[in-house]
């Protein structure tokens, strides 16, 4: 047997709905039809009152998780794509991630984005959001790159009294298999070393964890040992396991999907730089989207997001350094 | 009088209107209150009055039982009150004490007890309207029946997008929804003319397929009719309800605003009237009451808020030091604590 990405958050999500009573699904498309990516695939069938087809209304399918929350529920929402996430964007960012503070009560509930970049998408399906939901306070932001991860961490979001920001990456919905469903997992807010390596540690998190481990597997047939750190968590960001890879290795690679300026990649930089300066062999690296609007065509696409080429170009300029 | 021999439902009506009268007076002293002690420097952020509006408002808070749900917006200082919230609640939140339901971290108005169904607003107008749905949602799931969630805003918030897809949402759900929109013909400074092309805002009931209802908000007898209906009609299932009530509003948007756009001429036309005073009108018309008992429902209500200034003056502010600067419930997942 093995089982997708995808298909580990449609059974992350078939669990939540059958462990708890207070758990409810709410998107466009997510009922009968079982959701634009199927990720929610026959859930209607299994449990026909918690999985709610959402008028196109980002912004009240958002606000009224928010009041469900209240209630007691522990909604799951699924954005058809991070791209559309925006019109809901006032709801999560002054509402959802507001309400603790404000009011000391929890807000627990999961909103699942579809993210990043396939081919063909365009400017419109295919962001990645994390970084814009990070910068605000009250939220925890996820952006899981395994499939064991996909599964575990939509359970521990769905159990998490915090709003949570779900980044599943597209391109893995089919990429990725494993042979089976995790039962053990580490918890959210803690990285992971995928690789171990002694030379350049590359930080990443989702498909681009990926690009990441192509290349340590490329380069090490030269006899370069790279050390592949996949956040799971940007937010919380672990700081601490990021400082112990740069220690072992002096060297540090941060990848990012989403656009540069001001984001994730720019964070760990910033942290590195001004608590681990004296770590350090050489100056740190970030690679990013180029600063445009995601393009369309296939030519244009893969010039415009990291890819293992270009990881591998920066690895090798970085050990020059 | 022989009270025996009016009729039940009069003798309630009559119940409710002094009732409701008590609450808007209540909360005009208090809104006075809060003006001067703004105009004083001792209220830190801004004030914004319901003045004009306490009809609606109380109306709104009376027709509402103890388990539904209401989310005031700036101007129902008399909703909040009928609905049970504490002058103190008000007091505390204007001048920063710790002790008050924000403690500190929120302001003026963005004030409530969403545990006893009262919502703290967020200023984004619009906001509150989808997440009352989510509340009767939430109800539903639970089994939870008879309840009702109520929800104010002006004129103006109609104009959001937040609006149409919370209003839609609730027809779509078929929720006990009671959307009451006071249209005070400013939004800020901005006009009716300005703001929407309708012929009267209750039209857009039938576009969003809810029932509409629409009075005078200067008298609070329409106000009490039309909004108790409104309720029962979502209590029995009749599903989202929008009731619009008209009037002027009698002050600046806040208390930093003289409201200098607003022609004299609408001031002196019906429009103008202050519900206070017709409301008082009514009372002693009815010989449900005179100026003597007016007057010492004033005084009665005086006293209560000079209490709560009084005592609430010396409470703390919050300490910056001892705050607890997580805004994640979760604690071991914020980031908060730590300064980076
Ligand atoms: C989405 C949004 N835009 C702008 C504002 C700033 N603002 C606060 S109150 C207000 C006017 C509100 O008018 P209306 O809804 O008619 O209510 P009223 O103040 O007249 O009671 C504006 C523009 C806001 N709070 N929210």
């Keep these: 047997m093995s089982i997708t990405y995808l298909e580990a958050i449609r059974e992350a999500q078939a669990k939540a709905l059958a462990d708890d009573p207070r758990v409810f699904i709410y998107g466009q498309d997510v009922g009968a039809f079982g959701g634009a990516f199927k990720a929610t695939k026959n859930l209607a069938l299994e449990f026909p009152d918690r999985v709610i087809d959402a008028p196109i209304s980002e912004d009240a399918i958002i606000g009224s998780a928010i009041g469900s929350a209240l209630e007691g529920m522990r909604p799951i929402i699924e954005m058809q794509f991070a791209d559309f996430s925006t019109p809901g964007f006032n709801q999560i960012v002054n509402h959802a991630a507001t309400l603790f503070w404000r009011t000391q009560l929890p807000c627990p509930i999961t909103i699942r984005l579809p993210s990043g970049g396939t081919s063909g998408s365009g400017a419109f399906h295919s962001q990645s959001m994390e970084a814009i939901y990070a910068h605000y306070p009250g939220l925890v932001v996820m952006t899981p790159a395994t499939v064991e991860d996909a599964y575990s961490m939509l359970l521990e979001a769905v159990a998490i009294d915090d709003p949570v920001i779900f980044c599943e990456h597209k391109y893995l919905y089919y990429h990725l298999k494993a042979e089976k469903l995790p ?24 498909a681009m964890v990926h690009e990441a481990l192509a290349v340590a597997e490329e380069l090490s047939t030269e006899g370069i040992e790279i050390e592949v750190v996949d956040l799971r968590t940007i937010k919380p960001l672990d700081t601490d396991t990021i400082m112990a890879s740069v220690a072992r290795t002096g060297r540090l690679l941060c990848v990012g999907e989403s656009w540069p300026w001001g984001g994730v ?46 990881i591998a170009m920066a690895v090798r300029n970085l050990l020059r350094l | 009088m022989d009270t025996r021999a009016i009729p039940d439902a009069i003798s309630s009506f009559r119940e409710q209107c002094m009732k409701a009268f008590r609450f808007m007076l209540q909360s005009r002293v208090l809104d006075e209150k809060m003006a001067s002690l703004y105009r004083g420097g001792k209220i830190h952020g801004g004030v914004f009055l319901g003045k ?77 309207i989808s997440v009352v749905n989510g509340m009767l949602i939430g109800r539903r799931f639970k089994k939870i029946q008879n309840t009702v969630g109520a929800v104010s805003l002006g004129d103006g918030a109609t104009s959001t997008g937040a609006f149409h897809e919370a209003l839609n949402q609730a027809a779509v759900e078929k929720l006990p929804l009671v959307l009451v929109v006071t249209n005070n013909q400013f939004a800020y400074s901005t006009p009716n003319s300005r703001q929407f092309a309708c012929r009267h805002l209750v039209d857009k009931a039938v576009g969003y397929g809810v029932a509409g209802h629409s009075m005078d908000g200067t008298d609070l007898k329409a106000c009490l009719e039309t909004i108790s209906a409104a309720v029962a009609a979502a209590r029995q299932g009749q599903g989202p309800q929008l009731v619009v009530a008209t ?41 449900w009451a005179d100026a003597k008992i007016i007057k010492s429902w004033r005084k009665d209500a005086v006293r209560k808020v000079e209490e709560v200034v009084a005592a609430v003056q010396h409470e703390p502010g919050p300490d910056p030091y001892k705050e607890d600067w997580s805004a994640l419930s979760t604690r071991h997942l914020s980031e908060g604590s730590q300064s980076l």
């Excluded at chain 1, 062999?281 to 690679?287: F, G, N, S, W």
């Excluded at chain 2, 609408?266 to 009108?281: F, H, I, K, M, P």
């Design chain 2, 247 to 287: 009037l002027l509003r009698l002050c600046g948007h806040g208390e930093h605003d003289d409201a200098h756009y607003i022609d004299p001429e609408l001031r002196n036309s019906a429009l103008g009237r202050d519900c206070l005073v017709l409301a008082e009108s009514f009372l002693t018309e009815q010989g």
């Design chain 1, 183 to 206: 039962t053990e997992a580490m918890p959210a807010g803690k990285a992971r070393i995928s690789r171990a390596g002694r030379d350049v540690t590359i930080v990443a998190y989702s």
């Design chain 2, 52 to 128: 004009g509006q306490e009809a609606v408002s109380a109306a709104t808070g009376m027709s509402l039982l103890k388990g539904d749900i209401f989310s005031p917006l700036i101007r129902d200082g008399a909703g909040r009150l009928a609905f049970g919230e504490p002058i103190i609640d008000a007091v505390r939140t204007y001048m920063g004490s710790a002790l008050g339901p924000m403690r500190g971290r929120e302001g003026n108005v963005h004030r409530g007890r969403p545990a006893e169904g009262l919502l703290p607003m967020i200023s984004h107008l619009g906001a509150m």
């Design chain 1, 265 to 310: 990649t720019a964070e760990v930089i910033a942290r590195v730089a001004t608590e681990g300066f004296n770590l350090l062999d050489a100056p740190p690296q970030r690679l990013n989207a180029k600063d445009t609007p995601i393009p369309f065509h296939p030519n244009l696409w893969l010039m415009h997001r990291p890819t293992a080429r270009s």
